[in-house]
């Protein structure tokens, strides 16, 4: 892939921030110097998340500097980094969407690379893993290896790399995901949703040491990511049919407290003991109790589920991802030949975004 094609899809890069000040400028300057030779329009998306610092003023500063091509969305208030990502792939227009991190520790010069290979490859969700990771091995590069393991081993999705931010995806697709909580370390998970395993890929990247500021993440991390992980599997194994995760529960407890029941039952009527003070009939009967709940909460969920699929009936996705151009583009620089062909006004031109 040496040759870049003389078209590349509308790309909408969406970099969440929150207490970055000084790496606004530099980042941006990053961003246009890896995008220069992108031959298709695009656009930068900066989520300022309630930053109380100068990164919301100086994204701002930046954005009259560049031209209307940069946007800035901010919050009021912090609400974290998988809310401003959602917020940026609500508003991107492309075709394809970028995310990374405004820590100047992901590589913008490898997006243009990863387009194009997610394109060759025909991917709707190609990952970057950082191959030479330049971070502290205690409080990140250790609980980053746990949690890929941990998360890959439990939901099949084998991606190994699921911190590093730099991600391409078909809008189509990722817009089809909703992002809440702390989930955007889980994307890959959540794309396979919607989208074929096999079309999710991923490939190395570069990965640079922090310049400013300081990490929000430390080694607590993995235990969030434990918790995280449980809400994951329940709705990666058991969205379509939550009846059969609550209802396994409830059998199991229905049928030891049943057997519970049956054997203090023998104890009563046919050896004739006391079994009112014995600790195994409360046990039991709290097991029968919890029994009852969980296979009650398993039918109360298989309703709502059914609710759900019927209010979203239809396609998943488009069949299509073309975007029709509008303003605010950052347009590629048109060669010498095709800049001369230009329609005079007037003139009737043909084009696509």
Wanted: hydrophobic letters at 45%.
């Amino acid at each position: 892939m040496t040759d870049r094609p003389a078209t590349a899809p509308s790309l909408s890069i969406v970099i969440p921030m929150y207490r970055e000040q000084d790496s606004v400028a530099p980042m941006l300057a990053r961003v246009h110097e890896g995008l220069a030779a992108y031959p298709g329009p695009w656009e930068l998306i900066c989520v300022d998340d309630g930053s109380l610092d100068e990164t919301g003023r100086r994204l701002l500063e930046q954005a009259q500097h560049y031209g209307p091509h940069v946007r800035v969305i901010r919050f009021a208030r912090n609400h974290g980094q998988t809310m401003a990502m959602q917020a940026g792939i609500d508003a991107a227009r492309g075709e394809v969407i970028a995310t990374l991190d405004g820590d100047l520790q992901n590589d913008p010069a490898d997006i243009p690379r990863m387009v194009e290979e997610m394109v060759a490859r025909d991917l709707d969700l190609l990952a970057g893993y950082r191959a030479n990771r330049q971070d502290a091995w205690l409080s990140r590069k250790l609980p980053s290896k746990l949690a890929n393991r941990l998360i890959a081993r439990v939901t099949g999705v084998k991606i190994r790399d699921y911190g590093c931010s730099l991600k391409i995806y078909r809008a189509r697709v990722i817009k089809e995901v909703r992002l809440y909580g702390e989930m955007h370390r889980f994307i890959p998970v959540w794309a396979a949703m919607v989208t074929a395993p096999q079309r999710i890929g991923e490939t190395a990247v570069s990965h640079n040491a922090r310049q400013f500021g300081e990490s929000k993440y430390g080694i607590s991390r993995t235990f969030r990511v434990i918790l995280d992980l449980l809400t994951v599997f329940f709705f990666l194994r058991f969205r379509a049919r939550p009846g059969h995760f609550f209802g396994s529960i409830g059998l199991v407890f229905g049928a030891l407290g049943g057997a519970a029941m049956l054997y203090l039952a023998v104890v009563k009527f046919v050896l004739g003991q006391s079994i009112g003070n014995r600790p195994l009939f409360l046990i039991a009967v709290l097991l029968l109790v919890f029994s009852i709940q969980f296979l009650t909460t398993g039918v109360l969920a298989e309703m709502m589920s059914r609710i759900f699929y019927q209010q979203h009936e239809g396609p998943l996705n488009a069949a299509s991802d073309k975007a029709e151009p509008a303003p605010g583009w950052h347009q590629p620089a048109l060669p010498a030949a095709a800049a001369q062909a230009r329609p005079l006004p007037g003139e009737v031109a043909s084009h696509s975004a």
